[in-house]
């Protein structure tokens, strides 16, 4: 017996929403585990990029075009956030984490 077409896509994409779920969990346990400020806003960017992924999945199991839309502003939204939030860290370092040994930052005499 052979399946329908539309009926293995349907499967594998729900499949693939468990496993994108369990992911997320994962990625959420990092962001609240997470010992230092960077391994919070890089569990965040992760967490956008899978959270897109799961919604693109998700249209494809529901068999709705609109998702995709849905998905496409939360990835532009998510991408100015992580660099929000890296903007905040790097300001809030006070410039101590760079490299003072880089050509474009030594002062010439």
Same mark, same amino acid.
């Given at each position: 017996?052979?399946?329908? *077409?539309?009926? %293995? %896509? @349907?499967?594998? /994409? ?11 969990? #994962?990625?959420?346990y990092?962001?609240?585990? $997470?010992? @230092?400020? /960077?391994?919070?806003i ?16 998700? &249209? %494809?199991? &529901? !068999? =709705?075009?609109?998702? #995709? ?8 939204? /998510?991408? #100015? $956030?992580?660099? *929000?939030?890296?903007?905040?860290? =790097?300001?809030?370092? $006070? $410039?101590?984490?760079?490299?003072? &040994? +880089?050509?474009? !930052? !030594?002062?010439? +005499?």
């Open positions: 017996m052979m399946a329908d *077409a539309h009926t %293995v %896509v @349907h499967a594998s /994409a729900g499949l693939g929403l468990i496993l994108l779920t369990g992911c997320m969990a #994962l990625i959420v990092r962001m609240v585990r $997470g010992p @230092h400020k /960077a391994d919070r890089i569990a965040l960017d992760l967490l956008s990029v899978v959270v897109v992924a799961w919604v693109g999945l998700f &249209a %494809v199991y &529901a !068999r =709705e075009v609109i998702y #995709l839309d849905v998905a496409i502003a939360f990835a532009l939204v /998510a991408f #100015l $956030g992580t660099v *929000a939030f890296a903007r905040y860290l =790097e300001r809030s370092a $006070g $410039g101590n984490h760079r490299d003072q &040994a +880089s050509p474009s !930052r !030594r002062r010439r +005499s």
